[in-house]
């Protein structure tokens, strides 16, 4: 077994260190010396590399700053905004409560706001004047909030640009498109001749919907329109309503021009839609003596053929009917 000299002589340190070979009964008689822990050894690895890593840390900043003289730094500098000098000078036009309130321009005298030299009673009454010809001075102007009224409180030429703002957000009405006309806000308001508003109050229609209220102003002007809303909403009575005006404007039919085929076609995907669409366009043309007819599968074509023979107005029709109508010379557009 070889043992060095650290381990016959633990007290003493060597310059030289070499092997020596013992005998078996003279290592016997050695005392057992304990193990030096390894931590001391890793301790002294981990101190050697720490030197290195300190070593390789000087040596990056050296370059760095190498870099920094010939190069400049890379890095900007923070700037400092420094606040400037705080103005404590009222102007008196920085007060504007006196455009919105006259009451803010008279002089109240509360606390020790008398003017020396004058009498009390005489500036309590000069206060009190001026408070009471403010008061009757006060022109309600059209934007005060105190005193604007609601949109259904005006009439129609006093309506201004925030008015039809307010509407149409209360009614949950937005437009797409340029030029667009103001919507109608009741039936009154809708330019319909009285025939129409005498069907329009039987059908049943005492306020119109927001799809009515947006789409019939802009039908009336001839405009093309792809109205969306919800079922139900009355769609069919906002398209049907400036189409009837339409056809009223137009010479009645007579033998002469039923050949030339109707003056409105409504095409509709369905059976049930067209004959909804029928049904409603009959009730509102009730005193109008428009005729409607509607041509869709399911029904013999010969009788819709015999109706479009007698001269019709309205033609409301599925696409695949109308394919057949036309093929068979029924029906001219």
Not at 53 to 80: H, M
Not at 215 to 240: H, M, N, W
């Amino acid at each position: 077994m070889k043992r060095s000299i650290h381990d016959l002589q633990p007290n003493q340190n060597p310059p030289d260190f070499k092997p020596v070979f013992v005998s078996k009964s003279h290592r016997q008689t050695l005392p057992i010396l304990p193990r030096r822990p390894s931590s001391s050894i890793d301790a002294g690895n981990h101190d050697l590399k720490d030197d290195a890593g300190n070593r390789d840390r000087v040596r990056e900043k050296e370059l760095e700053a190498i870099r920094e003289q010939f190069f400049g730094s890379s890095k900007k500098k923070r700037v400092l905004s420094k606040p400037g000098p705080l103005n404590s000078h009222w102007d008196d036009t920085d007060d504007t409560s006196g455009d919105v309130d006259v009451l803010c321009r008279v002089n109240p005298l509360c606390g020790s706001g008398f003017i020396a030299g004058i009498d009390r009673r005489e500036q309590r009454k000069l206060a009190a004047r001026q408070k009471k010809e403010a008061i009757a001075q006060i022109r309600y102007d059209a934007f005060d909030m105190r005193v604007e009224r609601h949109w259904s409180e005006k009439r129609l030429e006093e309506m201004t640009e925030r008015d039809w703002r307010i509407f149409r957000e209360d009614y949950g009405i937005s437009y797409k498109g340029s030029k667009i006309p103001p919507p109608m806000r009741g039936w009154g308001e809708s330019r319909l001749s009285p025939e129409l508003l005498k069907a329009v109050e039987r059908a049943g229609f005492k306020t119109p919907s927001p799809i009515q209220m947006a789409a019939i102003p802009l039908g009336l002007e001839q405009r093309d329109v792809i109205g969306i809303a919800e079922t139900g909403s009355g769609k069919t009575a906002a398209f049907v309503l400036p189409m009837l005006v339409y056809i009223s404007k137009l010479p009645p039919m007579n033998e002469d021009s039923e050949a030339e085929g109707p003056y409105a076609l409504v095409l509709a995907p369905t059976r049930e839609l067209a004959l909804q669409i029928e049904e409603e366009t009959v009730k509102l043309a009730r005193y109008l003596g428009i005729n409607v007819v509607s041509i869709v599968g399911g029904q013999s074509i010969e009788e819709q053929g015999f109706k479009l023979r007698q001269g019709c107005e309205v033609v409301v029709a599925t696409p695949g009917r109308l394919l057949d109508c036309l093929e068979r010379r029924l029906l001219v557009f």
